[in-house]
């Protein structure tokens, strides 16, 4: 395999039940092989924050190479890794099958996974990624919980920042008293019966973001996937374990795969395909897990009947055509292209999807937003998420367009803030981000 060849990039099994992957000296051997070959390259350094860390700590070392630097320095490396996969799946030319075997990314969850291992786990980010705990708690109060977090709250967001670590002025999701499970099993909406489509039948994974953050963009997804016929459920039996990835919690992600993919697979027996409704979730069951779990053949089996759900109405519209109805958006799209739909390396559909409005006006940002997840809310790395997003929000902004949309919600939601602490003129005011699905059910006129 040569350099910057051709070859789709293969990715290992994590062989996280093998003691030597959570082995100090065999580690650290891999971290400096890996981190001297990236500092040959330097092709990601206008990736996320971990190679500028990493360039500046050997250049400023004794002999401005990775021998004089000190292995404790690591550490912010890792720590600015957000699992994005860029560097994997776009700009590393050495990652497998080429000889040198780089996953810079599932290396840095290597390092979380043996810090944790070690009892080096933070105990607020543990408290704050338990999704499902935290959704059906916030859900019972949910004004309260919505005023608590408000960034103009000046009483209890500085009690947040000095007790859970989160930065006061973080935008974070919001809560609904119904999650999206139950607005579906109360409101079902009427499916079109003479749409080309009519014949398929999803099963939504309703993922823990859409279920008791946004029950919307579900909403709109049922709605456009009832206007073309489709037969729909809502299933959600537990979170994916993406914010437990992201912590090095791999067993946690295990259970969670097993979890999920037993339920899922009783409704791809009856002929329903799994549609997840956000992009990192969607790159979970398709990708993640069959990694973390490569001999369970139930994981291997959701994986292959998984579709994100913009590449479904893509694959709708390519094989049996969209149901008539469609209307333009006027002022067109500003659409930030989500590192982790990009992960999925199934192309840009959000933008395919959009492009088949009429007289669509989609203009692609393809930078990061800077988030990554619960990562980008830390008092630590919110100042950090905002620089690396600097570019993508000054690109959407300078777009111009009437909407901003975005695959990830918190993407959006990043965005928004990345715009608003811009200095230039004529800087553009939008409310709010959609989701792109949100924006088909609006062309459609399904939604407001």
């Not at 009437?402 to 959006?412: F, I, K, T």
Request: hydrophobic content about 40%; some cysteine.
């Amino acid at each position: 395999m040569s350099e910057g060849g051709l070859n789709a990039p293969v990715r290992h099994p994590i062989d996280w039940n093998d003691p030597d992957f959570y082995d100090w000296d065999k580690l650290n051997a891999e971290v400096e092989r890996v981190f001297d070959i990236c500092h040959g390259c330097r092709r990601c350094f206008n990736l996320c924050d971990s190679f500028p860390r990493l360039f500046d700590l050997i250049d400023e070392s004794e002999t401005g190479e990775l021998d004089s630097v000190d292995k404790a320095d690591y550490k912010p490396v890792v720590d600015a890794c957000t699992l994005c996969d860029m560097c994997f799946m776009v700009s590393c030319p050495y990652v497998p099958p080429h000889e040198f075997n780089l996953d810079f990314p599932h290396l840095m969850l290597r390092y979380r996974a043996a810090e944790r291992k070690a009892g080096k786990g933070d105990f607020r980010v543990e408290q704050l990624t338990k999704t499902d705990r935290n959704g059906k708690l916030a859900s019972l109060a949910p004004g309260l919980v919505n005023w608590a977090g408000d960034t103009g709250n000046k009483l209890t967001r500085p009690v947040m920042e000095s007790v859970a670590g989160v930065h006061r002025e973080a935008e974070l999701p919001q809560f609904h008293g119904k999650t999206f499970a139950l607005r579906a099993k109360q409101n079902p909406p009427q499916r079109n019966t003479e749409a080309p489509a009519k014949g398929r039948k999803v099963a939504f994974y309703a993922t823990c973001f859409v279920n008791y953050n946004n029950p919307k963009i579900g909403e709109a997804a049922q709605a456009v996937l009832a206007k073309n016929g489709v037969e729909t459920a809502v299933v959600y039996p537990a979170c994916c374990g993406m914010p437990q990835l992201e912590n090095g919690d791999i067993e946690k992600v295990a259970e969670a795969a097993k979890k999920v993919s037993a339920e899922l697979n009783q409704w791809i027996d009856q002929g329903y395909d799994i549609v997840a409704l956000t992009p990192s979730c969607a790159l979970m069951l398709k990708f993640e897990w069959p990694l973390i779990l490569p001999d369970d053949a139930g994981v291997q089996k959701l994986a292959e009947h998984t579709s994100d759900i913009t590449e479904y109405v893509v694959d709708i519209a390519k094989k049996e055509g969209l149901a008539e109805g469609l209307g333009r958006l006027e002022g067109g799209v500003a659409l930030h292209m989500a590192c982790h739909a990009r992960a999925q390396n199934i192309g840009a559909k959000a933008a395919e999807m959009l492009r088949l409005l009429p007289e669509a006006d989609v203009k692609v940002i393809e930078r990061c937003s800077g988030h990554g997840g619960s990562w980008g809310v830390m008092k630590d790395n919110f100042d950090v998420a905002i620089k690396v997003g600097r570019t993508a929000a000054r690109q959407t902004a300078q777009a111009g367009k009437a909407y901003v949309a975005s695959e990830c919600p918190l993407a959006g939601q990043h965005l928004l803030q990345g715009i608003d602490r811009l200095k230039m003129d004529d800087k553009p005011e939008v409310a709010r981000s959609y989701h792109p699905i949100e924006l088909l059910a609006k062309a459609y006129g399904l939604v407001e």
